[in-house]
């Protein structure tokens, strides 16, 4: 990895920054939004794993944004520099395809970490937090942002249009991340839904996420890390093999 | 030394459309090579396989020496493209754009030179102003600039003056004249047939993919255009020399070799009785060799 990859992932941060009224502040404001209400509506009727509600929604709500802003960082910026035709300013420098991967899903893991800490610092304040056991925290944090900024370069690339872009977050990005336990524990679902549930990647990564905080989670951590890592895994190497063959980057 | 740019044998289509067909081309380093064509000939598209932005179906294109796509990283840092369309990253500021540019070439540190290009294109008050507060003419600068960021050898412009006014042009092309004097290697696309004349040394003609016309400035204009000697006259053209000549709007044009043709073919017509009005002297120029060009094309006489 040389300077043009640093240079790249630079940029990358220094745009959502640059404009972290919108790509910061409101993601953090809407996460704020939804405790208050979720909290006013369910604080004292619900206890999942013995925990008080509030306390249990934080951390799906900080990794819920964590993994929308990830998806967000790298999708926008390469559609806006598609449809603008500035993305020949990275085409042309000798920036290969594996530095051009790691700038703009690094750039996404950052966006989503900044935004999650956002998220957790205004919110911590309405209810106790454990942080059972950190090091979870922290590698469903990274993992999970670099699965969604992943999902985001393929979405990116893979878009022509700002409807298409939307319809793909809209349809997959918004139902996966809500359905998968951000509000409530699996465990309260009828058993159909439970295992739709499991086939939800996104599950797994709010669970270990939060298992790191309370060090109760609805699976095992080591299995949720199995399938993230997995998941991780899959979506590296295809996005790696669509950026080799410059699909839709080099005609 | 080797060659500059080396194009060999390279094809591309879209779909039904051939944009490239066997194209070989050889630039020498130093050349002011102009590359022109009608629209849709495959000037960008050549340009474009050359930046790696295209990857042709056939053939091999190099710069310096370095392939294109096998060896990629070296290829590009020889070559600076300034692209046709007026891009720019709102983002950033002009000083900005040019230093994470300089950054995607591995370069650090590159604040002297990037002040010099904003020296020379007139940009040095814009420096710290955002991209989308320019003009058009100023974007285009920019886009030169960010093109030069990496000092390349090899810098290729697809239609650089398109819609720009006057003083950019003049300053644009100073500037490339003393890039291209101090050694650098210059491909220019433009529509602009005189500004081609004055600058390029050598041309290549595209048309539907192919290069139809390739030779020094000087020949072209010598193969396909002539000197005119344009006359209005009162009385009878002499009949061997009106049936070489053109006649429009009471002027008659009679083609010519060289100047000392001219006298000779005074002296003729002032014979025959004619007087003379007005009286001009036409030069060769490239858009009649362009139109013969193309022309001849048309008709399959290239084939």
């Known amino acids: 990895m040389g300077h043009g990859f640093s240079t790249l992932l630079y940029k990358e941060v220094l745009r959502f920054w640059k404009v972290a009224s919108q790509t910061v502040a409101a993601p953090v404001l809407t996460a704020l939004l939804y405790l208050l209400i979720f909290s006013h509506v369910l604080e004292g009727h619900v206890k999942i794993h013995g925990v008080a509600y509030t306390s249990f929604l934080i951390p799906g709500l900080v990794m819920m944004s964590v993994l929308q802003n990830a998806f967000a960082n790298s999708s926008s910026s390469l559609i806006q520099s598609k449809v603008t035709g500035n993305i020949v300013f990275v085409l042309l420098p000798p920036i290969s395809y594996l530095e051009f991967f790691a700038a703009y899903v690094l750039a996404a893991v950052v966006r989503g970490v900044v ?6 610092l205004a919110t911590c304040w309405f209810a106790p937090l454990g942080f059972a056991a950190p090091l979870w925290i922290i590698v469903f944090a990274l993992m999970g942002g670099a699965i969604l900024g992943s999902l985001g370069v393929i979405a990116g690339i893979w878009a022509e249009k700002f409807d298409q872009l939307a319809a793909f977050q809209n349809f997959l990005i918004m139902p996966l991340t809500f359905l998968s336990g951000v509000f409530y524990s699996i465990n309260s679902l009828p058993p ?4 739709v549930s499991h086939w939800n990647p996104i599950f797994y990564m709010i669970d270990g996420f939060r298992h790191g905080f309370f060090g109760v989670s609805d699976a095992s951590p080591w299995h949720s890390l199995a399938v993230v890592a997995t998941c991780l895994a899959l979506l590296t190497a295809f996005t790696l093999n669509l950026l080799k063959r410059g699909y839709k980057l080099r005609a | 030394m080797s060659v500059a740019i080396r194009i060999q044998q390279v094809s591309k289509s879209f779909g039904a459309v051939q944009a490239l067909d066997r194209v070989d081309l050889a630039i020498e380093p130093g050349e002011f090579f102009g590359l022109l064509g009608p629209n849709g000939a495959g000037k960008t598209t050549l340009i474009s396989a050359l930046a790696g932005l295209v990857r042709p179906d056939h053939g091999t294109l190099s710069v310096m020496g370095h392939d294109v796509q096998s060896d990629y990283r070296a290829a590009r840092r020889q070559l600076g493209v300034v692209p046709q369309e007026l891009v720019f990253d709102p983002f950033f500021t002009v000083r900005e754009s040019l230093k994470i540019q300089s950054g995607y070439f591995g370069i650090r ?16 008050p814009k420096a710290n102003a955002n991209m989308r507060m320019l003009s058009g003419g100023m974007k ?7 093109a030069l960021v990496h000092r390349p050898p090899v810098i290729v ?17 100073a500037f490339i004249r003393r890039l291209n004097e101090a050694g650098h290697t210059i491909v220019l696309t433009t529509h602009y047939l005189e500004e081609a004349e004055s600058l390029c040394s050598r041309i290549a003609m595209l048309q539907s993919g192919r290069v139809v016309a390739l030779d020094t400035t000087a020949n072209l204009l010598r193969r396909f255009s002539t000197h005119t000697l344009r006359l209005r006259c009162r009385g009878e053209m002499p009949a061997d020399l009106a049936l070489g000549a053109a006649q429009s709007g009471g002027w008659w044009s009679l083609p010519f070799d060289r100047y000392e043709d001219v006298e000779p073919l005074l002296a003729r017509v002032r014979e025959a009785g004619c007087s003379i009005d007005d009286l001009e002297i036409g030069k060769p120029d490239l858009e009649e060799v362009f139109i013969r060009v193309m022309q001849g094309e048309a008709r399959g006489e290239g084939r």
Do not use: H, K, M, S
């Open chain 1, 115 to 120: 935004v999650g800490a956002g998220v957790l």
């Open chain 1, 192 to 195: 159909f839904w439970q295992q």
């Open chain 2, 109 to 124: 540190d590159n604040d002297a030179w990037i002040d010099e290009i904003l020296e020379n294109l007139g940009l040095t």
């Open chain 2, 140 to 146: 285009r600068r920019v886009l030169v600039a960010q």
């Open chain 2, 157 to 173: 412009l697809d239609e650089p003056t398109a819609g720009v006014d006057v003083e950019l042009r003049q300053t644009l092309w």
